[in-house]
């Protein structure tokens, strides 16, 4: 099971981190993603971290404001977003699979609201 939170109000230009704690499975062996979807929109990639912590991936719009990693030993990933904008306002969920980050998830948490204001 996934459980994604952090989510919030913040003003633009602020920032937030939003955590995926992961329980049962080996969470160790899983690549981790956070998806998200904003109003009317169709859900869409944020970023991932492959299972060692040693790689990672961004949408180009996110690049350089949001930073992914995970600690193991908590089982949980983070997402740190720096710099948010109003576009970020979306429902924030991360996901998981097995092997490669760049696999389909095979597991997915409940989403976290992120609101941003102008």
């Known amino acids: 099971q996934l459980q994604a939170s952090g989510g919030g109000l913040v003003q633009a230009g602020g920032s937030l981190r939003l955590s995926c704690a992961a329980s049962?499975?080996?969470?160790?062996?899983?690549?981790v993603d956070w998806f998200r979807q904003a109003p009317g929109k169709e859900r869409e990639f944020v970023a991932a971290?492959?299972?060692?912590?040693?790689?990672?991936t961004y949408q180009d719009s996110v690049k350089g404001r949001f930073t992914i990693s995970r600690d193991n030993t908590k089982n949980t990933v983070y997402l740190q977003m720096n710099s948010l904008k109003p576009e970020d306002t979306a429902v924030y969920y991360c996901?998981?699979?097995?092997?490669?980050?760049?696999?389909?998830?095979?597991?997915w948490g409940q989403g976290t609201l992120v609101t941003v204001s102008s």
């Open positions: 996901a998981a699979q097995r092997g490669s980050m760049f696999s389909r998830p095979e597991h």
């Open positions: 971290i492959n299972w060692r912590g040693g790689s990672t």
């Open positions: 049962g499975g080996t969470f160790s062996s899983y690549s």
